[in-house]
């Protein structure tokens, strides 16, 4: 629990998909409070590493550790299952597509991890989706169904519902890739005010341009492993690695 | 016809407590086949295959007659009520089964790794995430299967139960009239599954996700 061991740390971490090689030694370590942003073109492997850290994907080889706690220990059945479940309470992620539970409301979304996980009594939690939802913005749709509510709106529940457990750091999966472009600033406002409040995120995306001004450090992954990374100024404006400048030239040129 | 027809309505009456009884045995047999056939251990998913294979595979009426006819040999006696009651409830079931099993696969992967990286088990999410889902988009095929059980268990009438295509070959013989006889029985069976489908469309909207 020092404040010196990093909060999230990866070491030479693989990966395969049958034949494909996703993640070739991947070593990457966030400091507490620190916000990494991953960019790189699509089936670099970021996703993967991303999911690999919260163990959506296992890992061939290497390691994966959470605030000095080794997330894919070697255990097995019901006692890898209780590591990884509580684990994965320690951390919050946020999807692409959202994954809002459609059979429940805005309240009952958030508060089904304290209240069930943590035996947060329902009114405490209530109380807590309240603030969540005031943080976010929509305060005032605490008894919608996600059906009701915008890609936008969405993705700024499933962030609340995400900090609902008082995660250690949260981990963002493209999390305005699938959203309309003017909706896209609404999420971002809320991800630049989790920085503020010194929040620990890694954040997977394709916008250049935000993870420039949010980000404390860039990865630039190609083919499965960290092809340069620095502090956003540098990577973005002196880049040293002829794929990185082709792959920002692409991007900024778009 | 006058005469006959109060004997149509009783049979009608057993045709519908033969098809609630199977459709509580064929639910029931369903839901574990769908469990097994999804769970981990090899040894179950098996037995989960080999039932729905067995009992898809064959026709519900060689099934009937195994049951019946053939149990005796092997020390199952059985009524022919309850032997129709078994007989159509496992050959169901095991359509029912796979309903069930694609209501299950049909919520999106995403609604499980969502629930998965707050910290929920299997099992909870299961509980509280999937099946929720799962269960209303499970209506309407087993609506589909609870009319196909109804309308089947016509076939029953081969191992003598009493029921509704029973009757109304019964009565042939002192009628000489199988147009509007078969025909009677045909009304009936129909009003019947209307009775079905109106009712799965209640329970679909009832249950539809707001």
């Known amino acids: 629990m020092s404040a010196r061991q990093p909060m999230v740390e990866v070491r030479g971490a693989r990966k395969s998909f049958g034949a494909v090689e996703v993640l070739r030694g991947i070593d990457l370590s966030v400091e507490r409070g620190q916000i990494v942003a991953i960019i790189g073109p699509s ?3 970021k996703s993967t590493l991303l999911r690999s850290i919260n163990h959506l994907e296992t890992l061939n080889g290497g390691e994966v550790w959470l605030d000095g706690v080794q997330v894919n220990q070697n255990l097995h ?8 479940n509580k684990v994965r309470q320690q951390m919050g992620m946020v999807f692409q597509h959202f994954n809002l539970f459609p059979h429940l409301t805005v309240l009952e979304n958030i508060t089904m991890g304290p209240v069930i996980l943590k035996g947060m009594p329902k009114t405490d939690a209530k ?3 309240h603030s969540l939802l005031s943080k976010v913005g929509l305060a005032e749709k605490i008894d919608a169904y996600p059906s009701r509510l915008s890609g936008g709106q969405k993705q700024r529940v499933a962030i609340a519902r995400a900090l609902a457990m008082q995660p250690k750091v949260m981990l963002f999966d493209e999390a305005t890739s699938a959203l309309d472009p003017e909706l896209v600033d609404e999420v971002n406002t809320v ?3 989790l920085a503020a409040e010194h ?13 420039g001004e949010v980000a404390d450090r860039v990865l630039f992954m190609d083919g499965g492993v960290v092809v340069e990374e620095g502090p956003p100024a540098e990577i973005f404006r002196t880049p040293q690695k002829e794929r990185t400048r082709t792959f920002l030239k692409k991007y900024l040129s778009a | 016809m006058q005469r006959v027809f109060p004997f149509f ?3 009608a009456l057993v045709t519908l407590e033969l098809t609630a009884l199977a459709l509580i045995l064929g639910l029931v047999a369903a839901a574990f086949a769908a469990a097994a056939k999804m769970s981990r251990p090899a040894i179950l998913r098996a037995i989960g295959t080999v039932y729905v294979s067995l009992f898809r595979g064959t026709p519900c009426l060689i099934q009937l007659f195994v049951l019946y006819f053939g149990g005796p040999q092997v020390g199952i006696n059985l009524e022919p009520f309850a032997a129709g009651v078994i007989g159509l409830g496992l050959n169901i079931g095991a359509y029912m089964a796979e309903s069930i099993r694609g209501a299950v696969m049909a919520v999106d992967r995403g609604q499980t790794e969502a629930a998965r990286t707050i910290g929920f088990s299997r099992f909870q999410t299961l509980r509280k995430v999937v099946l929720p889902q799962a269960a209303r988009l499970m209506i309407r095929p087993l609506g589909v299967n609870t009319v196909a059980l109804l309308k089947g268990s016509a076939l029953v009438s081969t191992i003598s139960v009493v029921e509704l295509t029973y009757t109304a070959q019964r009565f042939i013989g002192s009628t000489y009239k199988p147009f509007e006889i078969f025909g009677v029985a045909a009304l009936l069976y129909m009003i019947m599954v209307y009775a079905v489908a109106r009712i799965v469309d209640l329970l679909d909207k009832r249950f539809a996700i707001a």
């Open chain 1, 43 to 45: 089936g670099s492997g």
């Open chain 1, 77 to 84: 059945g019901q006692a890898f299952e209780r590591h990884i």
């Open chain 1, 127 to 129: 109380a807590l989706a």
């Open chain 1, 191 to 193: 991800m630049k005010q």
């Open chain 1, 199 to 211: 929040m620990t995120m890694l954040i997977v995306t394709h916008e250049m341009r935000f993870a």
């Open chain 2, 9 to 11: 309505v009783e049979a």
